[in-house]
């Protein structure tokens, strides 16, 4: 990618976003608007290099707040900075730098991995026979074979078709990615798998991630800084250890959660996905 | 990289996507052209009803009309439903969030479906002349395909405002972009003069591109017009495209802005 970034620059800066939404509905004879505060006055400066994650219990604005910074909602308040350029202003050059693995493997189906890739590589200006080349390595890197490049998306697991989307985010040498629950739903071996890849990735790829989790263990391993999430605001943003020993009561990660949200996240998962 | 570079890199990624969408789709591909195929030859042969001095002049007006309506068709269609398309597949918030002039990613979609759309037009064609054994070689071909290039232009623009209506409605955007689709088969004289139809429905004809499409083509096609005497109405259509494609361009970049703001992009709105 192109883009130039500065040295010094914070990876991400929000200053008191927020987003609502308003939802009509026909009930017989009148509408009905349902308004939902979806993230409120969130503040937020991610260092490079480091991995954020977001904890939250289901509809608490986790995704909102990653498809803001993806350039695909615009915030009704505040500002959203990646590596100093507004997402708003600067909408493309963002886009050179980011790139985003959501929860649902947005792919078309009947595609084969192959042409997934190949139409995904080409959106970003990598050519098709560097983007095949890596794809190769990093899936096989993900435990994926080879010969499951050319099967039908909609003949692959989950585990493998998540594997796949975060195959196609790394083929455009991402600087910022944006992992929204990459591994919900996937089986432990995939999960670690997942896991060690996006350790590799900051290390290797001088990449900045936040991801979105509902897995403590999975918090805890990959997170530099953790911020909890709860009706739109951040109700902490610290190390797993410092909330653990604020929050935690020598109990771990999710008593602290639980302390803080009120929410229990045993369901919070099986919802996802 | 050059930005063209790129941008050409991602228009021709749109296209080969599309294109292995066909192959995968290959069966209903199949279906669609035999129907088609069976739909314009039904029509043709009406023509073949009326008393013999008739016939062969009436059987081209038809096949004219429909050869025309089915590329114009699929043009607006594809253009039309590429939102659709992608939010029902779940990848338009994928498509939409690469670094690509969204210009980029409408003209890949628009130069799939012209060439998508000339493709299953001419095996009709095709089909339809051995078929009736009709004598076309007074024909001004060249004249026909540049009303054909001309009339492709207003066209993708109406596609682009057609496109339009998923991003605005998530359930019934698609709905509505059928009901454009029937009113324009309906006004524009795809099987009978526009003549015809009731005063108050007539003025509706006027605003159809494919009105002068069809008229242009069948004075080139039946009356074996030389191109000098099509010049006019290519003209005409080709200054509508250049009108109706940057206007259609600015509503799909309103729309699309608009369900940024309100969080209509993903899938289920």
Known sequence: MDSKISEGVSAIECHGVGKTFKVVQRNKWHRVATITHAVKGIDLVLPRHQILGVLGPNGSGKSTLIRMMATLLIPDEGTIQVFGLDVLAHRMKVRRLINRVSVEASFFKKLTARENLAYAAGLYGVPNYQAQKDATRILERLGLAREKLVVPLENLSRGQQQKIAIARALLTSPTLMLLDEPTTGLDPTSRREVQDFVLQVRQEHDATILITTHDMPEAERLCDQIAIIDEGRFVAYASPEELVKKWGEGQGLEHAFFRLTGHNLDNQEQESS | ?269
């Open chain 2, 1 to 269: 990289m050059i930005a063209v570079e790129r941008e050409a890199r991602a228009l021709g990624s749109i296209v080969r996507r599309n294109f292995h969408l066909i192959r995968r789709y290959a069966g209903w591909e199949v279906v669609f052209l035999f129907y088609n195929v069976i739909n314009t030859l039904t029509i043709g042969l009406i023509g073949l009803s009326l008393p013999p001095g008739q016939r062969a002049h009436t059987v081209v007006f038809l096949a004219i009309g429909a050869l025309l309506w089915n590329f114009l068709s699929i043009l607006f269609q594809e253009i039309s439903n590429a939102v659709s398309w992608e939010r029902w597949e779940g990848t338009i918030e994928y498509s939409f969030m690469a670094p690509i002039h969204r210009l980029t990613y409408l003209m890949g979609v628009c130069l799939y479906a012209v060439i998508y759309g000339l493709v299953r037009t001419v095996v009709i064609l095709i089909v339809v002349m051995l078929f009736f054994h009709v004598s076309i070689q007074r024909a001004d071909w060249i004249g026909a395909l540049v009303v054909l290039t001309a009339s492709a232009l207003p066209f993708i623009g109406l596609g682009l405002m057609g496109a339009v209506l998923p991003l605005l409605s998530t359930e019934r955007g698609a709905q509505a972009t059928q009901i454009i689709q029937g009113v324009l088969l309906l006004v524009s004289g795809v099987y009978y003069p526009v003549s015809v139809l009731p005063g108050w429905l007539r003025w509706m004809s006027y605003g159809s591109p494919a009105t002068y499409t069809l008229q242009a083509s069948r004075q080139a096609i039946l009356g074996g017009r030389a191109l000098s005497s099509l010049v006019g109405i290519s003209l005409e259509l080709f200054l509508s495209g250049f009108i109706l494609v940057p206007i259609g361009l600015f509503i799909f970049q309103t729309a699309e802005r608009w369900a940024m703001h309100r969080g209509t992009l993903k899938r289920n709105g």
